[in-house]
């Protein structure tokens, strides 16, 4: 390596030394605590800063004349979060999930009013058990199902009620919401407690148990469940088990997406 590349080099350093320290607490900072808290010159910090200033990575305060990072940096932030695949981050955990419960796990999110599936993990024990007849791609209505009413219980509350309207409750099974009102309350219980419960609403024979996934904004964008045969997921291993870890995948996949939740996983007790 040259002589004027390694010196460049170290001045690339010192700038992502420089921009570390400025992202440390939620104020301003002068050329002499800064050259003070990383032991570099105060001429190569003013020069170095005075570069971010002009490239927008930070920004002077015209009065004190301290530094703090700069809007540009927010950009490119989001451009790098904007570029995540929620399916590929999600995929190694779904799998892990499966085999820890040893059931059938989906991702979904809602696409024009209803839950539609992005991917499937099914753990088969027999070849010639009872097995979902989900897929891939294919949609639920949002009302019935442990997914669709976990998404739509974190959506505005006009935009929920334009989808209900839109597209109606239609009978499932015997156990299915079809009440408004009663969908409605049964929503809100849903946003409180963070999870949601299919008490065989969209399958006979089928229970399901779903958590939300967010974005780095700390919105809702996605939901993944854990399905399986009522006769092996019983509302008191929902209570005892699955709430929660359904919940803690929920919340390991939302902070590989960006954002950590501070209401994550507060279910039931872990086993």
């Keep these: ?98 085999d820890r419960v040893q059931e059938t796990v989906h991702l979904a999110r809602l696409d024009d009013g209803q839950s539609v599936y992005l991917d499937k993990v099914e753990h088969i024990v027999n070849p010639l058990s009872l097995r979902m007849v989900s897929r891939i791609g294919m949609r639920n209505y949002a009302h019935s199902c442990a997914l669709g009413k976990v998404l739509l219980a974190f959506l505005p509350e006009r935009e929920c009620n334009a989808i209900l309207t839109q597209k109606g409750l239609p009978r499932r099974t015997q156990n299915t919401i079809v009440d408004l009102q009663e969908l409605k309350e049964h929503l809100k219980q849903i946003k409180s407690q963070d999870y949601a419960v299919d008490n065989e609403e969209n399958e006979d024979g089928i229970r399901c148990v779903a958590a939300p996934i967010r974005n780095y904004r700390g919105e809702v964008i996605a939901g993944i469940s854990i399905s399986g045969p009522s006769v092996r997921i019983s509302a008191e291993r929902i209570n005892r088990q699955l709430k929660r870890q359904v919940m803690e995948t929920a919340a390991e996949i939302t902070e590989k997406l960006g954002y950590k939740d501070p209401t994550s996983a507060k279910g039931g007790d872990k086993t």
């Design 1 to 98: 390596m040259s002589a004027n590349k390694s010196a460049n080099v170290r001045a690339i350093e010192k700038g992502c030394h420089i921009l570390t320290f400025l992202s440390n607490g939620n104020r301003s900072y002068s050329i002499r605590e800064i050259s003070d808290g990383l032991n570099i010159p105060k001429p190569t910090i003013h020069r170095i800063l005075s570069t971010f200033c002009g490239l927008g990575y930070a920004t002077q305060d015209p009065v004190s004349k301290d530094y703090r990072l700069g809007f540009r940096l927010v950009e490119l932030g989001e451009a790098v979060l904007d570029r995540i695949d929620l399916r590929k981050e999600a995929e190694p955990l779904l799998h892990k999930l499966a």
